[in-house]
């Protein structure tokens, strides 16, 4: 199954940045800088972002801060060769292609693991082991930050909303509509809810 999923997101990585330019217009360009404010450059020395796709947020990431080492991770080569000619000029950025539920990382080292538009296309018993992963791999005052849309306005955009949820599987994707923040806070200390500036996206800012 993992096989077709890789697949599906290799053949999908040759249109994935037109297909998110068309429907989120200027707005996806905001979320991202909005992420990548909450790192703090004195403090974040190693930066995650999980499921990274074509490493849009990457960019920002090491805009933000030229000292902290950043990574993204992927399971899809064709997703990681889009995010390696975005991130061309970025000298402190690598890639790596590794599934979610098994972080080439080590324990603890880990200041902030971003995880943007992603987690609802994980399927439900691998977000318990990603979940669990990005706690193995945080430092103890580390933050999961993880960003996801909103249920959209227009129908049809709104119809594969729900199709992508439904990617998880019917349980877990009840189980986050109805019950998001209090599954979130079976894992973390404290977990904070904010909204993007169009209100499009929800981020959740997660202490270990
Ligand atoms: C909708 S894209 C999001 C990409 C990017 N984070 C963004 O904001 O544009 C979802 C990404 O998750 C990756 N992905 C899904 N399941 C994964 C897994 N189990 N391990 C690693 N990557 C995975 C896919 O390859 C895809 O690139």
Same mark, same amino acid.
């Given at each position: 199954m993992r096989v077709y999923r890789r697949k599906f997101y290799n053949l999908f990585s040759k249109i994935y940045d037109s297909f998110v330019n068309l429907h989120s217009k200027n707005s996806g360009h905001e979320a991202r800088k909005a992420l990548a404010a909450l790192i703090e450059p004195q403090r974040d020395k190693v930066v995650v972002d999980i499921? *990274? %796709? *074509? %490493?849009?947020?990457l960019a920002y990431l090491a805009d933000r801060s030229n000292v902290s080492l950043i990574i993204g991770i992927d399971f899809s080569r064709g997703m990681l060769k889009k995010a390696k000619e975005k991130i061309k000029?970025?000298?402190n950025i690598y890639l790596i292609e590794a599934d979610v539920t098994r972080l080439p990382l080590r324990n603890a080292k880990c200041d902030k693991i971003f995880c943007s538009h992603a987690f609802y296309e994980v399927k439900d018993k691998d977000q318990v082991n990603l979940l669990n992963e990005v706690k193995r791999t945080l430092k103890p005052s580390g933050h999961f930050i993880m960003m996801e849309h909103e249920i959209p306005e227009n129908m049809f955009i709104r119809f594969l909303f729900y199709l992508r949820i439904l990617s998880m599987g019917i349980k877990a994707a009840l189980n986050i509509l109805k019950r998001e923040e209090i599954y979130l806070k079976s894992y973390f200390s404290k977990v904070r809810k904010t909204y993007t500036s169009s209100k499009k996206s929800k981020i959740y800012i997660c202490e270990k």
């Open positions: 499921c *990274t %796709g *074509t %490493g849009s947020l000029d970025k000298n």
